[in-house]
């Protein structure tokens, strides 16, 4: 039975900085690790890729059970070579039909692998571990200092420590003799002097961030022909943890107040009711909120924060940081998402949602964040549909008004309105939703050809998927030439998207008003 189902051993190789030509995916009711499009010409083309392809080991080690976080990283670990067996659609279905032993299946093919200078992922006790990494250590300085030296190796680049004491603060975070420091509070200083790293130490005052590497893990990196930096960085030393809390609507709501600060932009949870369903689920008075339901919260405004914790209507998750965590991560200038991504490890978002292994992308499918406050005539745009054809698109884009400054495009396809998705709701709900919106505006659009691609892939258009968007308080600089007026030549009615209502109110309304900047929940 087994011998007509034959694997296949890629080896794709791709030059530095530049991406394999292919996404690797779950999907939602299909089993297994996917291979989807597969760009013409690229390394991945030319290695024998295609698509619906089913990945079975990577590097030699067997991954289809696995959790896809985990096979993305180590694809990414692999460097610029990466050697894939892979099992054809047809023949993986049959194979599951069937109840083949897929970890069985094609040890042969392992044979020419294994000549490879590739190495495969070290394991322990039968499981996958992590490839040799840079670490993240965080020094609280003590009476005595942080109780290190620093020294210079002649031929090699970069600063190491020496002379840690046994009981000191930089014992005590995780460092180790002869680590090489990369970065100082995020910024790399390999190629710093003696004198420089010490003042950016003594700088630091109190507390200090190092990005540090030890011998293994040069020399992984250095084969592998990857850069040492913070992003591919183990945080498993990091004392101070981001909360994950599920929370239970109860019959008053969740049973806390969410108020944006003006200052920061940060989202921060207030008057967290005693015994409520917040309270329960370990929320605290000024807790710092960083994603909602695995969707990170940075750079959205209020209402699009509220209306996405409002989107879940039994329950909602919570990412939290306090005061004290916060800082610690801005100090390593990264976000505390990462330590939920990387060490709790979780599977990604939702399982039909795409995970990335380009670098680089030749075609832009990013959705953008388009956030405007009201001119004079609106919001400077035209809310259009066609009958018997789904989606909304947006046209009649003002020339240099509020829309058009916040970067809405003719023919952009609208996907969320104020952070919740309404490419189900009919026309007169979403003008009803933007009319409702007061002086400012919060819209997820994406071109025509990013629409069209997402919904041949089957994949959910969300807002993490769109660069972050830096917002102001003042209202951003516009001409207006002319008003325009609704068109009504279309064969549904459109209606020019533009509300009167204000969003000025009480800084401590129910949760029936979401564009105010503190809002019970």
Known sequence: MTCVLQPRECKVTKKPQKSYGFYLRIEKDTAGHLIRNVEKNSPAEKAGLKDGDRVLRVNGVFVDKEEHAQVVEIVKSSGNSVVLLVLDDASYQKAEKEGVNLEELGQKALTGQQQEKQSPPPMANGAITAVPQPRLCYLVKEEKGYGFSLKTTE??????????????????????????????????????????????????????????????????????????????????????????????????????????????????????????????????????????????????????????????????????????????????????????????????????ERVELHTEQKVNHKPRICKMVKGPSGFGFSLNMIKNKPGLFINEVQNHGPADTAGVENNDFLVEVNGLNVMNESYDQVVARIQDSGDRLTLLVCSKDAYKYFQSQNIPIKASMADPVHDTSEPPAYTENHPTVPEINSPEPRERASSSSSSQSAASTRADSDNNDDTKL
């Open 155 to 352: 031929g090699q680049k970069g600063l190491f420590i020496v002379e840690l004491s046994s009981q000191g603060a930089a014992a005590k975070a995780g460092v180790q003799n002869n680590d090489r420091l990369i970065e100082i509070n995020g910024n790399n200083v390999e190629n710093y002097t003696h004198e420089e790293v010490v003042e950016e130490v003594k700088k630091s005052e109190n507390h200090v961030m190092f990005l540090l590497s030890n011998e293994e893990t040069d020399r992984y990196y250095t084969s592998q022909k990857m850069v040492l930096s913070k992003e591919n960085a183990s945080l498993r030393l990091l004392p101070l943890k981001p909360r994950l809390s599920e929370i239970h609507k109860g019959k008053n709501g969740y049973g806390f107040y969410l108020r944006m600060e003006q200052n920061t932009g940060d989202h921060v949870i207030k008057d967290v009711d005693s015994g409520s369903p917040a309270a329960k689920a370990g929320l605290k008075d000024n807790d710092i909120l960083v994603a909602v339901n695995g969707e990170q919260v940075d750079g959205l405004d209020h209402e699009s924060v509220v209306g996405k914790i409002k989107q879940s209507e039994a329950k909602t998750t919570l990412l939290v940081v306090d005061k004290e965590t916060d800082a610690m991560y801005k100090l390593a200038q990264i976000s505390p998402f990462s330590y939920y991504y990387k060490v709790q490890n979780p599977t990604p978002a939702k399982m039909e």
